[in-house]
């Protein structure tokens, strides 16, 4: 048979049509929820994770971040995916305890000795128990993001246990950090992080705990001038994917999108340190919030309980026990 060129042409651009039109229904894309805004060091990481997963998996998977809270807060993020109207999510160890106990270890306060011994748990088979504890779930976890250690803010020093007396401290909708505060003499208010600055403008709330990019990033410094350094927890963000969206995906982009994950975790690992540094300059010199060093130790003694009935609740008993080992190795 002999083609003419106007059908030669044709033809080629027919199938190129296919073709393109082939690899536009083959490419996966994936809506991935969080809470932080873009300036977040949360934000940029997982943007470095998006842009690996398109290139190892070779365009066949897109994950599509919507930052803000934008698609709900981490509750109603975690439940959209659930009901598989939702793929991919960053929420955070406190916030997940209540979809997976495992995560719960993470919420025992002065739980890790170091950031070396935090990391240490993330990056070994302890770590990766707890990202898999929520199969059948609906989920799993896919990595971690450091948050950081946390303490609390408020208008007034927190040096000891003592001052949190009759104090209104917002903390993640999480049962151990409810007991946490009430163990500490201080009054326990969950709420959703985007409601926290008007909280704390209002007065709904005395005071909160977390990183120091919350003062920044979120503008909590200019609510909340005092930063008492009594580093009571270290707990991190979680990258989680629907069970629906994993199952779905090629054993070859699963393992893609793992290599992503553990490379985007490092990334962020580099970015936090020098993020946290600025933070902390940021907030003292341009929103003049006073950083406070305080005695943890008060602060240690009033939490042990949590510490000894963690052990004792069969649900994470041996998480607390891997991750307790290890300060040891
Ligand atoms: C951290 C964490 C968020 C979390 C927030 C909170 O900033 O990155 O995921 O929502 O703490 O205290 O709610």
Same mark, same amino acid.
Request: no cysteine.
């Given at each position: 048979?002999?083609?003419? *060129? ?19 229904? &083959?490419?996966? @894309? ?32 897109? @994950? %599509? ?9 981490? %509750? ?86 003592? #001052? ?45 705990? +977390? +990183? ?11 609510? &909340?001038?005092?930063?008492?350094? #009594? ?15 994993? +199952?779905?995906?090629?054993?070859? #982009? ?29 907030? *003292? ?10 005695? *943890?130790?008060?602060? @240690? #003694? ?10 004792? +609740?069969?649900?994470?008993? *041996?998480?607390?026990? &891997? ?7």
């Amino acid at each position: 048979m002999i083609f003419s *060129k106007k059908n030669v042409i044709a033809m080629v651009t027919s199938s190129a049509l296919i073709i393109s039109s082939a690899s536009v229904s &083959a490419t996966t @894309i994936l809506k991935l929820s969080h809470n932080q805004n873009r300036t977040h060091p949360v934000h940029k990481s997982m943007t470095v994770f998006a842009k690996k997963v398109q290139e190892y998996t070779h365009g066949d998977v897109k @994950i %599509r971040i919507y930052p803000n809270s934008q698609l709900g807060t981490q %509750r109603e993020s975690m439940e959209l995916l659930q009901n598989g109207a939702l793929d991919m999510a960053k929420s955070n160890a406190s916030e997940l305890e209540s979809f997976a106990p495992a995560y719960g270890a993470f919420n025992i306060p002065y739980l890790f000795h170091s950031r070396e011994h935090f990391y240490k748990a993330l990056t070994s088979k302890v770590g990766r128990d707890i990202l898999n504890s929520s199969k059948g779930k609906g989920f799993i976890g896919l990595t971690y993001y450091d948050g950081g250690a946390r303490s609390f803010y408020a208008n007034k020093a927190i040096r000891s246990p003592a #001052d949190l007396k009759s104090m209104k401290i917002r903390v993640q909708p999480s049962p151990t950090a409810v007991q946490m505060i009430k163990l500490m003499g201080g009054s326990p208010t969950p709420l959703a992080y985007g409601e926290l600055y008007t909280a704390l403008q209002q007065g709904v709330v005395d005071g909160a705990e +977390n +990183n120091p990019t919350a003062l920044t990033s979120s503008r909590h410094g200019e609510v &909340a001038k005092v930063y008492s350094m #009594d580093e009571h927890a270290m707990i991190p963000d979680v990258l989680v994917i629907s069970e629906r969206s994993w +199952n779905k995906l090629s054993a070859d #982009d699963q393992k893609a999108m793992r290599k992503a994950a553990k490379e985007s975790m490092m990334y962020h690992k580099k970015l936090w340190t020098k993020v946290i540094k600025k933070s902390m300059e940021k907030a *003292k010199n341009s929103m003049g919030v006073e950083f406070v060093k305080v005695k *943890k130790q008060p602060f @240690i #003694d009033a939490v042990k309980p949590l510490h000894e009935k963690a052990l004792n +609740n069969p649900e994470i008993a *041996k998480y607390v026990k &891997a991750i307790d080992a290890l300060a040891q190795d």
